[in-house]
């Protein structure tokens, strides 16, 4: 083979591993879809899961959210419904989590921007199918997002209505 | 492929030799024809193939990534029109030759377009529209509205919609409103008719 073909063939391979690398390379975008992708992962159980896998779920999802972490949805809902502080989460999730059978959470549309080193808003649409039910439901939400210790906890959760709604008599 | 060099050694006063054969030009090895994986794999003429899939994955890549968008109906709000699990597609090139009007079912976007609604449009910018027991009224007239089926009494207050939203609603009113996602939606929302 002619040397300067080889030598091309090299170049190319280099190239085209150096462009991997730079596309795979983790940056906080990346860490952050990772940390909602797994806020997904702990909010969706299935009934065959046993108490003590809950009880790991609840704990690892109450653990993705700051200390002082707020939920707000009364954009949404016709009722001041929000939660303030990272153990008010984990008593509604304990709460809530037996009475459904089983659910399924996923995570599409995700955007993320950073809006500085510590903090990043991440919007999206969650969908939620609860086990035996036909119907999915979804729901616009904007998070803030907020690095601490290494680590992108949710800082505040915002349901988003993105219309306009009649007033119901 | 060997072809015979014509020499014409009559003309140069040579006899051929005899039990000599003809010089000959070898013009390379000889075309066999392709094994049968080869042409499984990339057929009788790659080139063509090649041609073809291309050609193939762009016309796939325009029609159902930018024009059509294929969609499964997830929900019940727009029965019986569309059932639960019905396969279609939505046309977001649609708007382009015409402005949505009413009787329109359209995908509204959400966050993106992984997850849309289907619904239908009753009414349009600038329009006042009500729910008077579970009556539309456009501008005070009753809108006529065939494609329901045992709507619920809906009573909503007057809503005025601005010069660029749409009033979307599903055409299963069988539920409570409060259960029904339907409302003013703006224009850049919608992302196309549906196609069947």
Redesign the interface.
Known sequence: MNRSIRWLLVAAVVAAVGGLAWNFRPTEEKRIRKAIGGLAADATFSGREGNFAKIAKIESLAGRFTEDADIRIDQVV?IDAGLHGRESIRQVLGAGMPLLGSIKVQV????VEMLDELTAKA???A?AQAGGQ???A???FELRMVKQRGRWLVGRVEA?L???????? | MKTALPIASDALGFAPIRGMTEPTIDEGPSRRAPAWWQIILVGRNPRFTGVRVGVTVLLAWLVFGEILRPIRVAGPSMEPTYRFGQVNFINRWSFKFRPPSRGDVVGVRMAGESVIYLKRIVALPGERIRFRRGKIHINDEPLDEPYLRNPAPWNEAEMQLGPDEFFIVGDNRTMSARDHTHGAFRRSDLIGRVLF
């Open positions: 016709p599409h549309d995700l955007r919007v999206l649409t969908s036909r119907d999915i979804a729901q616009e988003i993105g219309y306009r709604r009649p007033v119901i008599q």
